[in-house]
Every structure is written in C-alpha cells, then in structure tokens.
C-alpha cells in the first residue's frame, strides 16, 4: 500500500496535539476504550499498547495486567509519564519512543498487543499489523479500536473529500473493513474474532484478531508428539 501518510507528518501533528489531546479525546472516547481493555484484560499478562499517546487509558487497567507503552511522538510520551508517576501506576513496566512499523521486541514478547486510534494514522497500516502479530505469542491477541469507513455512498465521498486535510492533522478517514479483511485473510497465522461497530454512529469499531499457532509450530508439536510416541515403543 506504501506510505500514504508521513512519518514526519505523524510527529509534527501529534507534537502539536500533545498539549490539548485529553482535553479533545479524553471523555469522547472513554467509553470505546473501556471496552478495549475490558476484552484486552480478557486474556490478560503482559499487554503492549501501541501509539499510547498522553496515556489516556492506562489507569483503566486493573492492576494485575504488565504495561508497556510504545509511541512515536516524544511529547505525547511525556504526558504518558507524567500520568504514570502522578496516579503511581506500578503496573506499567515502561514507555518507549518506537515505531509500531518496526519494534525492538524480540518475537512472541506479549500476550495481547492493544492499539487504540492508531492504525489508520500510522504510514504503512499493514506493515504495523504485521508487527503486532510477529511480537504477539501464539494464542494472544490484537484489540483495536478504529476508524472503520464507509465503503461506498455520500460517507465514502465526503471521507475522500477530506482524506487530504486529515492527514496533515495526524490521520485517515477513509479505510474500509476491507483493508483489515484483506490483510487477515494474507495471513496464515490470524484469525478473525470481533469486529464490532461502537456507538454513538458506527464510524469507529473494537476488532479483535487472534494470532493462532503458526504452521511451523503445529507441525514441531506433531513431531514431538510422534517422537515421545516412538520413545514409548521402543
Ligand atoms: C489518535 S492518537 C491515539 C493515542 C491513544 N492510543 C489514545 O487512545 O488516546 C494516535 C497515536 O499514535 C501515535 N503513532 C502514530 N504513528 C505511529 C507509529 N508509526 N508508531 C508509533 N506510534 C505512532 C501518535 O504519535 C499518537 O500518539
């Protein structure tokens, strides 16, 4: 899909919204971020939030869950630590400029990878996506709360419209289920869970994928499985 939104576009954006984010994002989107962690704490452990941002949804975790924070933005990341020493949220392991394209985290590093309003302002979504699954282990989770939109009718077009004048501001608005679809659908190792519109009108949705065994791993249980077989024979 190559690089429809800049890099540099996303830091000078977000290092603009830094001072005034909560204020404009807070409230309006607690409710679909709630429900992001209430399904990311469903399978629980060490849970990697991508683009964290100021931090909004840290103190909804319960306490039990391991936190790491990840964005591009440096000064969003400042808010997200002042927010972390301020209310003594001692589940968080640590926040990191990184890119969600390219992480430093070995393979298989987390049981659930979360990433609220962030795949349709990162670059290269799918290569973001790709990311996620490779430091997610096996039976974990990818929760994301996104901007679904429309694939056709007067929505598509006033999205279009205005794709160019949101992406200065730090995203897209037009990116159909389809691209997700399509993305999952090239992938072995994914699985569909959820995809469910949130109110109050649909336009962004929580999805779920699962990264399931990949076909390699199967297929090394199958051998150890036949070799403790033979073992037993003989
Ligand atoms: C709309 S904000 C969402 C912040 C937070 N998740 C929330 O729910 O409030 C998008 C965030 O994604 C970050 N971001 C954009 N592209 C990124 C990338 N390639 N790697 C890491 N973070 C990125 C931005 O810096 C910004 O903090």
New binding site residues.
């Given amino acids: 899909m190559g690089e429809e939104v800049k890099?540099d576009t996303?830091?000078k954006a977000?290092a603009r919204?830094a001072p005034v984010?909560d204020v404009v994002?807070g409230p309006v989107?607690e409710h679909a971020?709630r429900r992001a962690i209430a399904a990311a704490e469903r399978t629980g452990g060490r849970i990697l939030?991508?683009?964290?941002?100021?931090g909004?949804?840290l103190p909804y975790y319960t306490g039990e869950s391991q936190l790491v924070g990840?964005?591009?933005?440096e000064p969003?990341l400042r808010k997200a630590h002042a927010r972390v020493s301020g209310l003594g949220l001692r589940n968080v392991e640590g926040l990191l400029v990184?890119?969600?394209?390219k992480m430093a985290f070995p393979d298989n590093s987390f049981d659930v990878i979360v990433?609220?309003?962030?795949v349709t302002?990162?670059?290269d979504p799918e290569a973001?996506l790709d990311e996620f699954i490779r430091v997610l282990r096996p039976g974990g989770e990818i929760v994301l709360?996104s901007r679904i939109g429309a694939d056709r009718g007067l929505r598509r077009v006033i999205e279009k419209r205005f794709t160019p004048i949101t992406r200065r501001l730090?995203?897209r608005l037009e990116f159909p289920w389809a691209r997700y679809a399509s993305w999952a659908e090239r992938k072995e190792s994914v699985r569909v869970v959820e995809h469910t519109p949130l109110a109050p009108f649909g336009h962004f949705s929580l999805i779920r994928f699962a990264k399931t065994k990949s076909v390699s791993a199967v297929q090394i249980d199958e051998d150890t499985v036949e070799a403790e077989a033979a073992a037993e024979i003989a």
Avoid: C, H, N
């Fill in positions: 890099k996303i830091t977000y919204w984010y994002f989107f971020r939030e991508v683009g964290v941002g100021t909004l949804s990840v964005d591009l933005s969003m990184m890119d969600a394209q990433a609220q309003y962030v302002t990162v670059p973001a709360v730090g995203w």
